[in-house]
Each structure stands twice: as structure tokens, then as C-alpha cells.
């Protein structure tokens, strides 16, 4: 998987932050009556996803490490 860069506004925010804001995004699609009106709230909503997946994978990556590194220190 290729690492790219996180926008700057998401890069500092915490995967809890950015499902807030996933969450509020559906909130107000739900409420939402004309569709034609929220194409640009749907996009955004599929970008959060798209960056909340990266972030999770990079911590999932980063912990599998960290806990791989105690495994050898432990083995040794």
C-alpha cells in the first residue's frame, strides 16, 4: 500500500475527531430531504472514510511493529 500524504487538516486529527465528524456528516445527510443537495456532504463523507481507513491502517501497522520488536526483546 502506498503512503500518501494526509491533508493537513485531517493529519493532526484523531481517528475519535475524524468519526466525529464522519458521524455528524450522516446525521445531516439523514436529515436532508433534497438528495441533489448534499452530493458535495456525500463526498466529503467518502473522503473521511477514505482518510479514517489510512490513519487506522498506519496505527494498526505501527502497533503490529511495536508489539513484534517486545516479542524478540521478550525472545532474547
Do not use: C, H, V, W
Given at each position: 500500500m502506498k503512503d500518501k500524504i494526509l491533508p493537513p487538516e485531517y493529519d493532526q486529527s484523531s481517528l475519535e475527531e475524524?468519526?466525529?465528524k464522519a458521524n455528524k456528516i450522516i446525521e445531516s445527510l439523514?436529515?436532508?430531504n433534497d438528495l441533489g443537495n448534499s452530493l458535495e456532504?456525500?463526498?466529503e463523507l467518502l473522503r473521511l472514510n477514505n482518510i479514517i481507513e489510512k490513519k487506522f491502517q498506519k496505527n494498526l501497522?505501527?502497533?503490529s511493529e511495536e508489539t513484534k520488536k517486545k516479542?524478540?526483546?521478550i525472545l532474547k
Amino acid at each position: 500500500m502506498k503512503d500518501k500524504i494526509l491533508p493537513p487538516e485531517y493529519d493532526q486529527s484523531s481517528l475519535e475527531e475524524l468519526t466525529e465528524k464522519a458521524n455528524k456528516i450522516i446525521e445531516s445527510l439523514e436529515k436532508e430531504n433534497d438528495l441533489g443537495n448534499s452530493l458535495e456532504n456525500y463526498r466529503e463523507l467518502l473522503r473521511l472514510n477514505n482518510i479514517i481507513e489510512k490513519k487506522f491502517q498506519k496505527n494498526l501497522k505501527s502497533i503490529s511493529e511495536e508489539t513484534k520488536k517486545k516479542i524478540n526483546n521478550i525472545l532474547k
